[in-house]
């Protein structure tokens, strides 16, 4: 895994406008704090397959636990989306996962 991801984080948040430009604003739910990690594996091509299985396997409907390389806590995160670049020694896969609590 490359170390050089990119994590967006956005929290949901519910505003009301109020009048005289003020404004209201709460956390939308208990977890409104969820992150999005765009991850870069780069795999010798034997080593692929394996990888491949798994995300398909969960199908991005399936959570998994996943350690960020610059943190200590696994999360739970769903894989929707990733894509290979396949080259003659090495495959680089690169995924979103969106943390989920469930």
């Known amino acids: 895994m490359r170390p050089d991801m990119n994590v967006v984080s956005e929290p949901k948040v519910v505003a009301v406008k109020l009048g005289d430009g003020y404004e209201q604003r709460r956390p ?6 969820l992150s999005t990690y765009s991850v870069t594996i780069r795999v010798r091509k034997g080593e692929h397959p394996p990888l491949k299985a798994f995300l398909e396997r969960h199908g991005g409907v399936r959570a ?9 806590k696994p ?5 929707r989306k990733w894509s290979a670049s396949v080259g003659a020694l090495w495959v680089t896969v690169t995924a979103d996962f969106e943390q989920v609590v469930n």
């Open 64 to 72: 998994f636990q996943w350690t960020p390389p610059y943190d200590w």
């Open 75 to 79: 999360i739970r995160v769903v894989c």
């Open 28 to 33: 939308a739910g208990l977890n409104n704090l």
